[in-house]
Protein backbone atom coordinates (compact mmCIF):
# COMPACT_ATOMS: atom_id res chain seq x y z
CA UNK A 1 0.00 0.00 0.00
CA UNK A 2 3.06 2.48 0.58
CA UNK A 3 3.69 2.32 -3.08
CA UNK A 4 0.50 3.27 -4.28
CA UNK A 5 -0.07 5.95 -1.99
CA UNK A 6 3.37 7.02 -2.15
CA UNK A 7 4.71 7.04 1.61
CA UNK A 8 7.86 9.03 1.30
CA UNK A 9 9.79 6.50 3.21
CA UNK A 10 10.01 4.17 0.08
CA UNK A 11 9.85 7.47 -2.11
CA UNK A 12 13.39 7.43 -0.48
CA UNK A 13 14.12 4.01 0.05
CA UNK A 14 13.66 3.62 -4.14
CA UNK A 15 15.79 6.61 -4.60
CA UNK A 16 18.60 5.73 -2.00
CA UNK A 17 18.56 2.55 -4.14
CA UNK A 18 19.33 4.94 -7.69
CA UNK A 19 21.62 6.40 -5.42
CA UNK A 20 23.77 3.14 -5.07
CA UNK A 21 23.80 2.16 -8.37
CA UNK A 22 25.03 6.04 -9.76
CA UNK A 23 28.06 5.50 -6.92
CA UNK A 24 28.72 2.34 -8.65
CA UNK A 25 28.54 3.88 -12.04
CA UNK A 26 31.13 6.70 -11.19
CA UNK A 27 33.00 3.88 -9.52
CA UNK A 28 33.52 2.15 -12.58
CA UNK A 29 33.55 5.42 -15.05
CA UNK A 30 36.86 6.63 -12.78
CA UNK A 31 38.40 2.85 -13.65
CA UNK A 32 38.00 3.50 -16.92
CA UNK A 33 39.01 7.25 -17.24
CA UNK A 34 42.57 6.08 -15.50
CA UNK A 35 42.70 2.89 -17.60
CA UNK A 36 41.82 3.48 -21.15
CA UNK A 37 43.78 4.19 -23.65
CA UNK A 38 41.66 4.40 -26.89
CA UNK A 39 39.45 7.59 -27.20
CA UNK A 40 35.84 5.75 -27.16
CA UNK A 41 36.54 4.27 -24.31
CA UNK A 42 38.27 7.47 -22.33
CA UNK A 43 35.38 9.64 -23.65
CA UNK A 44 32.79 7.05 -22.42
CA UNK A 45 34.25 6.78 -18.95
CA UNK A 46 35.06 11.19 -18.71
CA UNK A 47 30.89 11.57 -20.04
CA UNK A 48 29.68 8.90 -17.41
CA UNK A 49 31.87 9.79 -14.45
CA UNK A 50 30.29 13.89 -15.36
CA UNK A 51 26.84 12.75 -16.09
CA UNK A 52 26.58 10.24 -13.23
CA UNK A 53 28.10 12.79 -10.68
CA UNK A 54 25.68 15.64 -11.63
CA UNK A 55 22.62 13.34 -11.17
CA UNK A 56 23.68 12.19 -7.94
CA UNK A 57 24.34 16.12 -6.91
CA UNK A 58 20.88 15.94 -7.97
CA UNK A 59 19.40 13.29 -6.16
CA UNK A 60 21.02 14.13 -3.12
CA UNK A 61 19.94 17.78 -2.71
CA UNK A 62 16.29 16.25 -3.42
CA UNK A 63 16.57 13.82 -1.05
CA UNK A 64 18.21 16.33 1.43
CA UNK A 65 15.37 18.74 0.78
CA UNK A 66 12.66 16.14 1.28
CA UNK A 67 13.41 14.16 4.10
CA UNK A 68 16.69 12.45 4.42
CA UNK A 69 18.33 15.14 6.51
CA UNK A 70 21.42 13.58 7.30
CA UNK A 71 22.85 12.05 4.01
CA UNK A 72 25.64 10.44 4.10
CA UNK A 73 28.59 9.07 1.77
CA UNK A 74 27.75 5.18 3.33
CA UNK A 75 24.00 5.71 2.41
CA UNK A 76 24.98 5.96 -1.32
CA UNK A 77 27.13 2.65 -1.25
CA UNK A 78 27.01 -0.70 -1.34
CA UNK A 79 26.30 -1.60 -4.58
CA UNK A 80 30.35 -2.70 -6.05
CA UNK A 81 29.95 -4.80 -8.75
CA UNK A 82 32.47 -7.32 -7.89
CA UNK A 83 32.05 -9.21 -11.33
CA UNK A 84 32.56 -5.81 -13.48
CA UNK A 85 36.27 -5.87 -10.85
CA UNK A 86 36.73 -9.20 -12.36
CA UNK A 87 36.40 -8.73 -16.14
CA UNK A 88 37.81 -5.41 -15.60
CA UNK A 89 41.18 -6.29 -14.08
CA UNK A 90 41.31 -9.64 -16.46
CA UNK A 91 40.99 -7.68 -19.41
CA UNK A 92 43.53 -5.07 -18.88
CA UNK A 93 46.00 -8.17 -18.19
CA UNK A 94 44.87 -9.37 -21.68
CA UNK A 95 45.40 -6.38 -22.98
CA UNK A 96 41.64 -5.58 -23.66
CA UNK A 97 40.71 -3.04 -21.53
CA UNK A 98 39.12 -0.93 -23.75
CA UNK A 99 36.62 -3.00 -25.21
CA UNK A 100 35.59 -4.74 -22.14
CA UNK A 101 34.83 -1.51 -20.28
CA UNK A 102 33.00 -0.35 -22.92
CA UNK A 103 31.06 -3.57 -22.79
CA UNK A 104 30.64 -3.06 -18.78
CA UNK A 105 29.81 0.05 -18.57
CA UNK A 106 27.11 -0.19 -21.38
CA UNK A 107 25.84 -3.10 -19.67
CA UNK A 108 25.91 -1.05 -16.13
CA UNK A 109 24.45 1.71 -17.68
CA UNK A 110 21.55 -0.14 -19.02
CA UNK A 111 21.03 -1.99 -15.71
CA UNK A 112 20.91 1.59 -14.43
CA UNK A 113 18.52 2.87 -17.02
CA UNK A 114 16.27 0.26 -16.43
CA UNK A 115 16.43 1.04 -12.66
CA UNK A 116 15.43 4.39 -13.43
CA UNK A 117 12.51 3.63 -15.32
CA UNK A 118 11.45 1.05 -12.51
CA UNK A 119 11.60 3.70 -9.92
CA UNK A 120 9.38 6.28 -11.93
CA UNK A 121 6.51 4.20 -11.99
CA UNK A 122 6.45 3.37 -8.78
CA UNK A 123 7.69 6.59 -6.80
CA UNK A 124 5.33 9.60 -6.09
CA UNK A 125 6.08 13.37 -6.40
CA UNK A 126 6.16 15.90 -9.72
CA UNK A 127 10.18 16.39 -8.46
CA UNK A 128 11.07 13.06 -7.77
CA UNK A 129 9.91 11.64 -11.41
CA UNK A 130 10.79 15.01 -13.00
CA UNK A 131 14.67 14.18 -11.83
CA UNK A 132 14.68 10.04 -12.48
CA UNK A 133 12.91 11.18 -16.07
CA UNK A 134 15.91 13.55 -17.20
CA UNK A 135 18.52 10.78 -15.61
CA UNK A 136 16.79 8.73 -18.18
CA UNK A 137 16.89 11.03 -21.27
CA UNK A 138 20.74 11.61 -19.99
CA UNK A 139 21.45 7.88 -19.67
CA UNK A 140 19.76 7.35 -23.58
CA UNK A 141 21.99 9.94 -24.66
CA UNK A 142 25.63 8.08 -22.97
CA UNK A 143 24.32 4.93 -24.50
CA UNK A 144 24.22 6.44 -27.87
CA UNK A 145 27.68 7.76 -27.79
CA UNK A 146 29.20 4.24 -28.45
CA UNK A 147 27.09 2.48 -30.75
Same mark, same amino acid.
Given at each position: ?36 ? =????? !????? #? ?7 ? $?? &?? /?????? =????? !????? #? ?7 ? $?? &?? /? ?57
Amino acid at each position: AALVFGNSNSNTDQLLGIGKQQTELIRIASVGEQKAT =GETAK !SLAIN #TKLTITSQQ $TA &LS /NYLKSN =GKKKL !SAKDL #TGAENSDAN $TQ &LA /NAETNGRFDDVFIDVMNETLADYQASLKNTYSTVSGNTAKQLLSTDYEQVSILLGQND
